[in-house]
Every structure is written in structure tokens, then in C-alpha cells.
Antibody
Framework: QVHLQESGPGLVKPSETLSLTCTVSGGSVSSDNFYWSWMRQPPGKGLEWIGYIYYSGSTNYNPSLKSRVTISLDTSKSQVSLKLSSVTAADTAVYYC????????????WGQGTMVTVSS | QSALTQPASVSGSPGQSITISCTGTSTDIGVYNFVSWYQQHPGKAPKLMIYDVSNRPSGVSTRFSGSKSGNTASLTISGLQAEDEADYYCSSFTSDITEVFGGGTKLTVL
């Protein structure tokens, strides 16, 4: 059974870089059938797609965040990382990683999510 | 990349059927069958309920069904149960090679 677990600081200062890691267990991040994706959800609001990475290293990002986002993959550690630079209070949210079916763009397995607050 | 449009809330009594709509454009729902639906209970991660417009993942109740007409996708829940009370989100692939979610619909079981 594939399991995803997000980890990282729960508090980030404005203008700094948010860094999160998603550890995948029970499955391979090198499968060509899946993307590895990040989403976020501000408190009391809806979901926002951030982007995804393929095992080859190719990425695709939300245009509204593209200038600040980097998603990377460490296959040796089965980890997917998210970096979001120059954060503001508007970036305060629960951040989720998920496995995405390549031919359906459906997020079939999600991590539990991790809350990140941007505040000085 | 505008969010897909969903009603803010819907409600129904146990045993009834409800439908949640998700309206996009000719650059997302209108041209792709990559529409998914997610259920989210408070404090929990979303759960995939429907993918590719109308396919159910293994383990999802047959009471959940999906469809699409033009630029609008729909999720129907039949035989409403108390446990169905949750937020529901649609998503679609877009012609920009990106993905977009709907604003979410709160389902209340009366």
C-alpha cells in the first residue's frame, strides 16, 4: 500500500523560502505511470494545484506560482520536495502531496497534509 | 487559469439523490475527459471519488457517479447517507497543460 507523508517547518517568515518534503513508501517514485504532485489549501478555502514532477525530472507548474516554485525528486530517498520562495501571508495553507495517475490527471493517493503558517 | 465553478452548497435528505455541477470552459472540461471529483471531510485529506469523468476507483461506493455535457461536469450521489456530508471538489486538465480545481461544494445531509 502506497503511503505519502509530508514533513517540514510549520512556521516560515515572510520573504523566506518554504521547503517541504514528501516521503513515499510502499511504491516506487520511478514508475512511469504516475506524476508526483503538490496542492495547497488556505484555511477555510478551496484546493489549489501547485504543480507536479515526473520520474524523468520534467515538471509542470501553476502559472500563478511558477516564478516562485521548484519541485524536485530524489529517487534514492523516495522523496518529492517543494520549495516556494518569497513567501507572504497569502501562502499560509495546508500543503498536500499526492500521487497523480499519468493518463487521467487524477490524484489517487494523498498525504495527510501539513500546515504551514507564514508569519514573523 | 480560472477556477471551475461549483455551487457553494447543496443539501438533501437521507435516501435522496443530489447532483453537484462543475462548470468550466472550452479549454478544460469542454475538450478533455480528464475530470475528477474529490470528497473531503473536515480536517482530512481529499479522497478521489471519480476520475475520467465517470470512472470510480476501487472501493468507492456505486452510489457515486459522474457525467459530463459540454463544459459542465456533474457528480451525482444517490441514496444519500449521513457519512456523505463533506466538501466536494471537481478538477480538470486544461489546454495550458495545467490543472484547475473548482471552488468546492459543501454537502449537507439534512
Amino acid at each position: 500500500q502506497v503511503h505519502l507523508q509530508e514533513s517540514g517547518p510549520g512556521l516560515v517568515k515572510p520573504s523566506e523560502t518554504l521547503s517541504l518534503t514528501c516521503t513515499v513508501s510502499g511504491g516506487s517514485v520511478s514508475s512511469d505511470n504516475f506524476y508526483w504532485s503538490w496542492m495547497r489549501q488556505p484555511p477555510g478555502k478551496g484546493l489549489e494545484w501547485i504543480g507536479y514532477i515526473y520520474y524523468s525530472g520534467s515538471t509542470n507548474y501553476n502559472p500563478s506560482l511558477k516564478s516562485r516554485v521548484t519541485i524536485s525528486l530524489d529517487t534514492s530517498k523516495s522523496q518529492v520536495s517543494l520549495k516556494l520562495s518569497s513567501v507572504t501571508a497569502a501562502d499560509t495553507a495546508v500543503y498536500y502531496c499526492a500521487r497523480e495517475k499519468r493518463w487521467s490527471y487524477a490524484l489517487d493517493i494523498w498525504g495527510q497534509g501539513t500546515m504551514v503558517t507564514v508569519s514573523s | 487559469q480560472s477556477a471551475l465553478t461549483q455551487p457553494a452548497s447543496v443539501s438533501g435528505s437521507p435516501g435522496q439523490s443530489i447532483t453537484i455541477s462543475c462548470t468550466g470552459t472550452s479549454t478544460d472540461i469542454g475538450v478533455y475527459n480528464f475530470v475528477s471529483w474529490y470528497q473531503q471531510h473536515p480536517g482530512k485529506a481529499p479522497k478521489l471519488m471519480i476520475y475520467d469523468v465517470s470512472n470510480r476507483p476501487s472501493g468507492v461506493s456505486t452510489r457515486f457517479s459522474g457525467s459530463k455535457s459540454g463544459n459542465t461536469a456533474s457528480l451525482t450521489i444517490s441514496g444519500l447517507q449521513a457519512e456523505d456530508e463533506a466538501d466536494y471538489y471537481c478538477s480538470s486538465f486544461t489546454s495550458d497543460i495545467t490543472e484547475v480545481f473548482g471552488g468546492g461544494t459543501k454537502l449537507t445531509v439534512l
